[in-house]
């Protein structure tokens, strides 16, 4: 209990002083996740909305597939992405493995399914209440994914947070195609594995206060905005 | 003049999953004045106006829109209950440009100008969703009209507005027209038929059983359905 209780004033003491190390993982940390979750909103937010709005065969299947791929252990993930970047594999050529690259593109292909079924439902929903007015005012396909993106801006930040705190939080994905490499590709989540392991609890202690302060900050951004959207906007 | 008139229901009939809503509706309008569709519930009225509209195919027959090729943007609709936007006012009343390839700041002073006519100006920078029913109505009136359509199709635009709020609407329906605009309407409101419509369209049993002008409508009804309709006894009416 001693060990305990000392691990947790070391780590505290770390975080006051700005530990080099501890900034550093953390830096990266927030780096690789915003990147890939930048893209995964550029990709995945208007994914969604066209499968929530547009009429093709295959769409019923298409949904189907990304709920199944929301659910995908991160591991798995990462095996995919390895085979992909790996020397031999289709994207070998680009030289990514064990970079920060590798791991955004980890995070992208974890996170996509995920913000893409969010803005699906979303959209859905307001597509269901306003299709038959939108097309009396003859707007076009693409008018009308873009009126319901913006208009669902709300819940759908909700899912660029979900989004975040998946990539955040994720450990195998980064772990296979980054090789928590020192001062390369060592992120919290991977650190704090480390460390755990090797018996450092002050800095996975340290590192995982930072990663909780983190999640439950966009948990709670999440609910405010809720909250104010309802209050605003009806 | 546009082309969109005479608007012409060519047997028109809708039977969805075998039910039978139109039988042959044939009917021809101008491209003045105020239409009022009375008729029963469930008599298919909606239906028709969403025909007119070109959001529902008819079964059997045809709906020709004059010489166009079909309904364009020169065509608008307010439905019974309009959809607002989580945006302001002035975004919803505005909305309806956004289809006509003008440009944001057009938009904008357009819809502040319209907000002026309808009443709301005051209200711009609100949340449509938290408005009245009544004031959701204007709104989507001022919508539809900021398009400057040729024919308007407004679905009951006063059901459940208390004498202040039908009024407000029927005005602003009124200057609609006296714009150029042709207007068919749908209204359970025989008093408001008489003070709008131009002509009357009964509608019962999946047909039209009358289109007259308003005055002949109500003074010498010729089928005795629309008789027992103008007098409320429509066996249908107390049924359920
Ligand atoms: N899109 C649709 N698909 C299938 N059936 C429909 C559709 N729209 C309406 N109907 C059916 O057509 C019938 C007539 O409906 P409609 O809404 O046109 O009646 P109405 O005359 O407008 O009645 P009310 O006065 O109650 O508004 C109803 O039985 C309805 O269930
Ligand atoms: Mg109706």
């Not at chain 1, 939108?134 to 319901?148: D, E, G, I, P």
């Not at chain 2, 920078?125 to 308007?152: D, I, V, Y």
Request: with cysteine.
């Amino acid at each position: 209990m001693g060990g305990l209780g000392a691990a947790l004033l070391e780590a505290l003491d770390r975080l006051l002083r700005l530990d080099a190390q501890v900034v550093e993982i953390v830096a990266l940390s927030l780096r690789v996740s915003l990147t890939a979750v930048l893209l995964g909103t550029l990709l995945g937010l208007p994914l969604g909305a066209c499968l929530a709005v547009g009429r093709f065969p295959g769409k019923q299947a298409a949904a189907v597939m990304m709920t199944a791929m929301m659910g995908l252990p991160s591991v798995v993930v990462g095996v995919v992405v390895y085979l992909a970047l790996s020397r031999s594999g289709p994207l070998g050529a680009l030289g990514l493995l064990y970079s920060p690259g590798a791991m955004v593109v980890a995070q992208v292909v974890l996170v996509l399914p995920l913000m893409a079924a969010i803005s699906r439902q979303v959209v859905e929903d307001a597509w269901r209440e306003y299709a038959e007015e939108l097309q009396a005012m003859r707007f076009s396909w693409w008018a009308s994914v873009l009126t319901l993106l913006h208009d669902c801006r709300h819940s759908l930040l909700v899912a660029v947070l979900a989004g975040l705190g998946r990539a955040m939080s994720e450990v195998g994905a980064v772990m296979i195609v980054g090789g928590n490499i020192d001062h390369a590709t060592r992120v919290m989540t991977t650190a704090i594995a480390l460390e755990t392991s090797k018996g450092d609890l002050p800095l996975a202690l340290a590192l995982g206060a930072v990663l909780l302060t983190v999640i439950l900050v966009i948990n709670g951004l999440a609910y405010a905005l809720r909250v104010w959207a309802r209050g605003r906007f009806g | 003049m546009s082309g969109l008139f005479p608007l012409a229901c060519k047997a028109v009939g809708f039977r969805p999953n075998g039910q039978e809503v139109l039988r042959g509706v044939d009917l021809v309008l101008g491209g003045e004045g105020i239409t009022v569709v009375l008729g029963p519930n469930g008599a298919g009225k909606s239906v028709l106006l969403r025909m007119l509209c070109g959001l529902l195919e008819p079964t059997s027959g045809s709906v020709q829109w004059g010489s166009a090729a079909g309904p364009g943007r020169e065509v608008a609709m307010v439905f019974q209950h309009p959809m607002m936007l989580r945006d302001t006012v002035l975004a919803n009343v505005a909305l309806a440009l956004k289809a006509h390839a003008v440009s944001g700041r057009e938009r904008r002073t357009r819809g502040r100008a319209m907000l002026a006519r309808i009443g709301l100006e005051d209200r711009a920078e609100q949340s449509a969703r938290l408005l009245s029913g009544g004031e959701r109505q204007r709104l989507a009136l001022g919508r539809a009209w900021l398009t400057r359509p040729r024919l308007l199709l407004l679905d009951e635009p006063t059901a459940s507005l208390d004498p202040s709020g039908v009024e407000a609407v029927e005005r602003i329906i009124r200057e609609i027209r006296t714009d150029g605009t042709k207007v068919v309407m749908t209204t359970h409101n025989l008093g408001q038929a008489t003070r709008l419509a131009d002509d009357v369209v009964f509608l019962a049993e999946g047909l039209v059983r009358e289109h007259a002008p308003v005055q002949r409508f109500f003074a010498r009804p010729v089928s005795p359905e629309a008789r027992l309709f103008i007098k409320g006894e429509l066996p249908w009416h107390v049924g359920f």
